[in-house]
């Protein structure tokens, strides 16, 4: 007879070692098809694998509701353990199948069938043991009742061995330590990552860089024994929740993905690019002189009268025409209505001379994109700006006949800016090194980031830019 039992185990087992495979999926990272199909993009298919730990914990609990359908009491409290088991495990395969980008609520809905699992398999093992038990006393030497009953009485065996493995392996995996480690990630190509439409040319191999950045758990030192660039630092007091970071670069790898499309389209003729288009209210700092006045979200317009567009113009009139204590009215756009407002300014301080109203800026963007832009979405690429650089190439790659990499294999890391230049980035080395085990030709970097950058792949083929121009330049410098 199948056992409840053996559908727990096996989903048990697969969950422990795909949190294992999660914290070590670089490894595979050069591979790809003859079709150029990366790595990054075969996780996704290999990603329904996950589906099987819910469905085994489902099954194995409707089998044992079949095969105890006859008993009452106690049973009954498992048997809606059971069921709750299956429900959860239904709808944890359905996320999982058909939407893995709800990987929270996913993995919310399967860790809280987990400890259902083994409350099902500790009390089915002690119910056994205890009709084992009665059983044998009915039928055996009245003298030994005694010691069968409290044996029958003793926590069950298998169970409690099978709860400390897992939670001691569960602890080696997930435990957070106050510590982020840093390791190799893998390459994207951009071309495959983003099509323009009504584009003729498919693009040459455009590959971004991605590391992985986590809160490190005890077997990240394992790994840092046996595997090169992991490196570790002390997370900050002040460091936002998971779920905050998480929401912060996937909004950064939006952000990225249109600056990117607006300075590729200018740079192939079709869009007007960049333009700035006044200055967008971030944060308020508590207590201070605008905090009645302005919200999160206004976009600041004009100051007495006076346009600013940047962050650059309103500190220019800042600095020359108001003086700390001084009032200024300020025009700005709020959830699309042009509104005033009068505000109050103070010393700054730092600058005690310096006028400030106690709020967090930056610039508001016009992005000019005519043409509509299909990007894929892989499961490894969470987020961030990092690729900024590297996809603005592979959109001008598109949108120019005969293309822009001139058969060169190109790799590259680099946020890109509303003026075309590529800004820093983090994992410098470890993304030097996961490209140095390509076929890439070249590896665009930050021109400040270029020693780091050597340091982790001395033997690359490492080029330092400032802007998106040098990237160009240097490839039609470069023809194979």
């Known amino acids: 007879m199948l056992k409840p039992a053996r559908y727990y185990l096996f989903g048990l087992v697969l969950a422990l070692v795909c949190l294992a495979a999660a914290e070590l999926i670089w490894l595979p990272a ?3 098809t003859s079709g150029g199909i990366q790595w990054i993009e075969m996780i996704d298919w290999l990603f329904n694998i996950l589906a099987l730990i819910p469905i085994s914990w489902a099954v194995g609990a409707l089998l044992g509701v079949w095969q105890q359908r006859k008993r009452k009491g106690w049973t009954l409290i498992l048997q809606l353990v059971r069921l709750i088991i299956a429900g959860l495990g ?9 939407a893995p980008e709800m990987l929270f609520q996913m993995l919310l809905v399967i860790g809280a069938a987990a400890p259902l699992v083994f409350a099902d398999m500790l009390l089915t ?18 003298s030994n009742a005694p010691k069968r009953l409290l044996s029958s009485l003793w926590l069950p065996k298998r169970g409690m061995i099978t709860l400390t493995i897992t939670i001691v392996l569960l602890l080696v995996l997930l435990c957070p330590t106050g510590y982020r480690v840093t390791y190799p990630g893998m390459t994207l190509n951009m071309n495959r990552y983003a099509h323009v439409e009504k584009s003729e040319n498919s693009g040459g191999t455009v590959n971004g860089i991605l590391v992985f950045e986590r809160p490190a758990v005890p077997a990240d030192w394992l790994y840092a024994k046996l595997l090169p660039m992991y490196s570790f630092e002390k997370i900050p007091e002040n460091e936002p929740p998971l779920t905050e970071s998480y929401t912060q670069v996937v909004h950064m790898k939006t952000d990225a993905n249109r600056v990117a499309a607006a300075v590729a389209m200018q740079k192939a003729g079709v869009g007007g690019g960049i333009k700035p288009d006044g200055i967008r209210i971030i944060a308020i700092v508590k207590d201070s002189p605008a905090e009645q006045k302005l919200q999160a979200g206004d976009i600041i317009d004009a100051m007495n009268g006076q346009a600013v567009k940047s962050i650059g113009e309103m500190t220019d009139y800042m600095e020359k ?9 300020i025009t700005l756009r709020r959830s699309g209505v042009q509104t005033q407002a009068e505000v109050k300014t103070k010393a700054s301080a730092d600058s005690p001379e310096r006028a400030v109203f106690g709020i967090s800026v930056q610039t508001e963007l016009l992005l000019d994109i005519p043409l509509n832009i299909d990007y894929k979405r892989f499961m490894a690429h969470i987020g961030g700006p990092s690729h900024g650089a590297m996809l603005t190439l592979a959109i001008i790659d598109q949108l120019t006949p005969g293309g822009v990499t001139y058969g060169n294999q190109v790799a590259g890391t680099g946020t890109i800016e509303a003026d075309g230049s590529i800004g820093l980035i983090g994992g410098i080395k470890q993304k030097a ?34 802007t998106i121009d040098d990237v160009l330049n240097w490839l039609s410098e470069h023809k194979k």
Not at 90 to 98: K, P, R, T, W
Not at 321 to 329: H, L, R, W
């Open 30 to 32: 050069p591979l790809k």
């Open 90 to 98: 239904i709808i944890g395969a359905g996320y999982v199948l058909f």
């Open 125 to 142: 093992e002690a119910l056994e043991r205890s009709r084992a038990a009665k059983a044998s006393n009915i039928g055996g030497n009245r």
């Open 321 to 329: 025409a108001v003086k700390p204590g001084e009032s200024v009215q």
């Open 433 to 466: 090194y996961a490209i140095s085990r390509t076929d890439a030709d070249v590896f665009f970097v930050p021109a400040e980031l270029e020693g780091d950058a050597r340091s982790g792949a001395p033997d690359l083929n490492i080029v330092p830019v400032n």
